[in-house]
């Protein structure tokens, strides 16, 4: 297993501003994922942040929107730009840390809200 | 796009009762089928990964079956205790990628 931390746990922000969420892993993991959560619907893949390659964008979500950075095998960020209330969402990172059949391990999101 | 239905999507149980919710998905070309509870303001725990037709796995009180022929999967808790309110998620495994449920809200009522 693996024990992840998020930052920070929550926050309030305005349209047209930004926020860069911090995600940190107790071990050094290759595959690490950001997903969405937004009210009513399921968890969604923004995209998936290998070390030493770019980061890999699902369809909806683009890189401008959602930069993210994977400077070395524990640490990520995900940046949400130009925020709109649209925006407001649970956002969690995950690892896989390879122990078969992709089960992947969670941090315990950030909660954003937009006005 | 897969396509991983939870139903229902919410339920009140009564503490001491046992209950069950469902998770459907495709068939075809199946690898696995994982389970997730997650407690408000906690990170998703796994509680689950099932691989084969016919599965069934247990932990405490929780348990799950796996029909991977008609594409669903079952999840089963015994005598509901309080600390079981979560939301419980389903995630279609596979592509190096998970592909989830919009979850089963339950909530134990004391």
């Known amino acids: 297993s693996a024990v992840i931390s998020q930052k920070p746990s929550r926050d309030i922000c305005q349209r047209g501003t930004s926020l860069t969420i911090q995600c940190q892993v107790d071990s050094q993991v290759t595959m690490m994922f950001w997903y969405r959560q937004q009210p009513g619907q399921s968890l969604t893949l923004i995209a998936t942040a290998n070390q030493g390659s770019e980061a890999t964008y699902e369809s909806g979500f683009v890189i401008d929107k959602f930069p993210i950075s994977r400077p070395n095998l524990t640490f990520s960020t995900l940046t949400v730009s130009n925020m709109s209330p649209e925006d407001s969402s649970i956002y969690l990172c995950s690892v896989e840390p390879g122990q078969g059949f992709g089960e992947q391990f969670f941090g315990p999101g950030t909660r954003l809200t937009v006005l | ?110």
């Open chain 2, 1 to 110: 796009i897969l396509n991983v239905e939870q139903s229902p999507q919410s339920l009140h149980v009564q503490e001491g009762d046992s209950t069950n919710f469902t998770c459907s998905f495709p068939s075809s070309n199946f690898y696995a089928l994982h389970w997730y509870r997650w407690e408000t303001a906690k990170s998703p725990e796994a509680l689950f990964v099932m691989t084969l037709n016919g599965d069934e796995k247990k932990k405490g009180r929780i348990s799950a079956t796996l029909n991977t022929k008609e594409g669903y999967s079952y999840l089963y808790i015994k005598g509901s205790q309080p600390e079981d309110s979560a939301t419980y998620l389903c995630a279609l495994g596979g592509n190096e990628k998970l592909t989830f449920g919009t979850g089963t809200r339950l909530t134990i009522i004391p």
